[in-house]
């Protein structure tokens, strides 16, 4: 397997604009998580789903970022509009849990955002 | 709710030093336990893991790290340091029986040095 797969690996957008982060996971995956890294803020949990369907979003820091996952191979974060504040590596990652011999988190590279 | 705790924020180490990074959670059921590396400016990548068993845990490039339950501990050790440990560690809990939400510490960079 390619491991979990992620798309852009770096996006420059001006602000006010409109950002689509893509994600594929591992195949036979059940669970996807949206992850943000940043300096001030470390790692943060912005969403998860699991068998498509969004377990806990508390982690989604406004109504600005919204994300989807329409089917087990295929996820999307979006923001907008974007903000400077943005600016920051996001992360997927996907693992097996109930049902199946659980496994860790498989991290994808990352998209790099940087909103101008 | 699941929380994770590092005890040291950085640490500086000269090469061939010990190294232990100290990592506790708090939640009182059934846990499975991680530590990933970050190298600079790669994604996160898993170094160990326990689920159950042995609590010593032997993972990847000579780290190993012992489940303490009674202390609700998870630290990472390597006896000799090489420069290339030079990275971001996380530790990281799930609950539960089935594998679910991954909350991880907020990392611990350590620097060796050559």
């Known amino acids: 397997d390619a491991g979990v797969i992620q798309s852009p690996r770096h996006e420059v957008t001006e602000m006010g604009q409109e950002v689509t982060l893509r994600c594929k996971p591992i195949?036979?995956?059940?669970?996807l998580f949206w992850y943000r890294q940043t300096m001030m803020r470390g790692l943060e949990l912005l969403i998860y789903?699991?068998?498509?369907?969004?377990?806990?979003d508390s982690g989604m820091p406004e109504d600005r970022f919204s994300a989807k996952m329409p089917n087990a191979s295929f996820s999307t974060l979006k923001i907008q509009p974007s903000e400077p504040r943005d600016s920051a590596v996001y992360f997927c990652a996907s693992s097996t849990g109930q049902g199946a011999p659980y496994t860790e988190a498989f991290f994808g590279q990352g998209t790099r955002l940087t909103v101008v | 709710a699941q929380s994770v705790s590092q005890h040291n924020h950085h640490v500086i180490l000269s090469e061939a030093a010990s190294l232990e990074l100290g990592c506790n959670y708090s939640?009182?059921?059934?846990?499975?336990l991680f530590w990933y590396v970050q190298y600079p400016g790669q994604h996160l990548q898993l170094l160990l893991k326990y689920f159950s068993g042995d609590p010593l845990v032997k993972g990847i490039k000579g780290f190993e790290a012992e489940f303490i339950k009674s202390k609700f501990s998870f630290n990472l050790r390597k006896p000799s340091v090489q420069w290339s440990d030079t990275a971001e560690y996380f530790c990281a809990v799930n609950a539960g029986n089935y594998g679910q939400n991954f909350v991880f510490g907020p990392g611990t960079r350590l620097s060796v040095l050559p």
């Open positions: 195949s036979g995956h059940d669970y």
């Open positions: 789903f699991n068998n498509n369907v969004p377990i806990d």
């Open positions: 939640y009182g059921g059934t846990v499975n």
